[in-house]
């Protein structure tokens, strides 16, 4: 089945990871191994999907000079993308590993303030894009209401498009029951919305109150589930050497994204994305899985797990 997934990312970045030695304050800390990605969670999985074989295509709000090298990233690994421009400056992230303690240093910005003439823009471009799957990924920028995503996935969902909504807080919250196919939150998102209760337990009570469709909850090193009105699917997590934790989710999500795409079910689609998951953090870097490396996950976790 040929299917055309779309991404939408409103608050982009351009990744930078370094590698240095020991991180101490107040010291000037050599760092190594630079690396610059193309980054913002629509963008990432957008990546992912293209590693995978997937047809996609990455609709991003970019500004600035900075604005101007996402896109040229994005050229540069052959990731199909349509810009919008705006009059703020696309931010820099930046990772940091220290090899003394194995702890990773996460520096995300704000991003700049977005009008709603340029959201306008953005979500007709998101619309003159064919496709069949819409995923919205990352943070709301500054300057947008809290509904905002609320109105983009009621609006793609009335043109038949399945809506998938990774974000967090009032924005998440403000989205449901507007017709999404699949919602991702981590397991603090997860209590954020329901408050204290069992992983499994609250995201089945928000496919049957009709939030989504779909809940998937990342958990971390205990794995994901999957929850949909014929019950919670709960997978552990494929062991394997972290050596970078950013984009994880991201790729987690569109391997789970393209799997439901083409018609696997919701166990086969949460295997498919904790494979990718294993496989992004099983190499530095932003986003990073290998096909190869997914694929072999896949087939570990398939021998290890009965999901029918």
């Known amino acids: 089945m040929t299917v055309r997934i779309l991404t939408l990312t409103l608050n982009p970045t351009v990744d930078t990871a370094f590698e240095a030695n020991h991180v101490v304050a107040s010291h000037k800390v050599h760092t190594f191994g630079e690396t610059h990605d193309p980054g913002g969670g629509g963008v990432n999985v957008s990546r992912v999907l293209h590693e995978l074989g997937a047809d996609t295509c990455a609709v991003v709000l ?16 052959d990731v199909p993308c349509r810009a919008v421009h705006c009059a703020g400056t696309t931010r820099i992230s930046t990772t940091v590993h220290d090899h003394q303690t194995g702890l990773e240093y996460r520096f995300v910005p704000e991003g700049p303030m977005v009008s709603e003439a340029e959201l306008t823009a953005a979500i007709a471009a998101l619309d003159s894009e064919p496709g069949d799957w819409v995923v919205i990924s990352g943070s709301l920028p500054r300057g947008l209401p809290a509904e905002t995503y609320a109105r983009i996935v009621e609006r793609e969902a009335a043109r038949d498009r399945h809506v998938v909504l990774d974000t967090s807080g009032p924005a998440l919250k403000a989205a449901l029951g507007h017709g999404l196919a699949l919602i991702k939150p981590s397991q603090r998102e997860l209590e954020e919305l329901c408050g204290p209760c069992p992983a499994g337990e609250a995201a089945l009570n928000l496919v049957r109150s009709g939030a989504a469709e779909r809940v998937a909850v990342t958990l971390g090193s205990d794995g994901a589930l999957i929850a949909t009105a014929s019950g919670v699917v709960r997978l552990p997590a494929i062991p394997v050497e972290v050596r970078g934790a950013v984009g994880a989710g991201d790729s987690f999500l569109a391997a789970m994204v393209l799997a439901l795409a083409t018609g696997s079910d919701a166990g086969d689609a949460l295997l498919w994305g904790l494979a990718a998951g294993a496989a992004a953090v099983s190499r530095t870097g932003t986003a990073h899985p290998h096909k190869e490396d997914v694929v072999a996950f896949y087939r570990q976790a398939l021998a290890a797990n009965d999901v029918n």
């Open 62 to 77: 970019a500004g600035g000079v900075t604005g101007d090298l996402l896109v040229e990233l994005l050229a540069q690994s």
